[in-house]
């Protein structure tokens, strides 16, 4: 059974910082994606960040660039969200997402997902 369990959500004052991990057991993702989507009350999930196995793709959502920073571990099947200067804007649940290809990531949701884990950012 493939588990992806996030952590590292809570409230934070605009222009701080939080750091999201994802914990992946059951299966190993390091031959595919690994990445992050966040819903906001009221709004459809949207893509945040995504990056290759290898770690040689990239990709970031055009409301998070230069503030996130998404790595990974494939040793440890995990994935990390740093994201900093942070706004009321980023408040959502955030949810880990793998599977697939980093590519394919940007463009929609792969097939594996966390249960999500709540980010609030007080103005």
């Known amino acids: 059974q493939v588990q992806l369990v996030e952590s590292g959500g809570g409230l934070v004052q605009a222009g701080g910082s939080l750091r999201l991990s994802c914990a992946a057991s059951?299966?190993?993702?390091?031959?595919?994606?690994m990445g992050w989507f966040r819903q906001a009350p009221g709004k459809e999930r949207e893509f945040v960040a995504a990056?290759?196995?290898?770690?040689?793709?990239?990709y970031y959502a055009d409301s998070v660039k230069g503030r996130f920073t998404i790595s990974r571990d494939n040793a440890k099947n995990t994935v990390h969200l740093l994201m900093n200067s942070l706004k009321p804007e980023d408040t959502a649940v955030y949810y880990c997402?793998?599977?697939?290809?980093?590519?394919?990531?940007?463009?929609?949701?792969?097939?594996?997902w966390g249960q999500g884990t709540q980010v609030t950012v007080s103005s």
């Open positions: 997402n793998a599977g697939g290809d980093a590519y394919g990531m940007a463009l929609g949701p792969q097939l594996y």
């Open positions: 059951g299966r190993t993702f390091s031959r595919n994606a």
């Open positions: 990056k290759s196995w290898s770690g040689g793709s990239t």
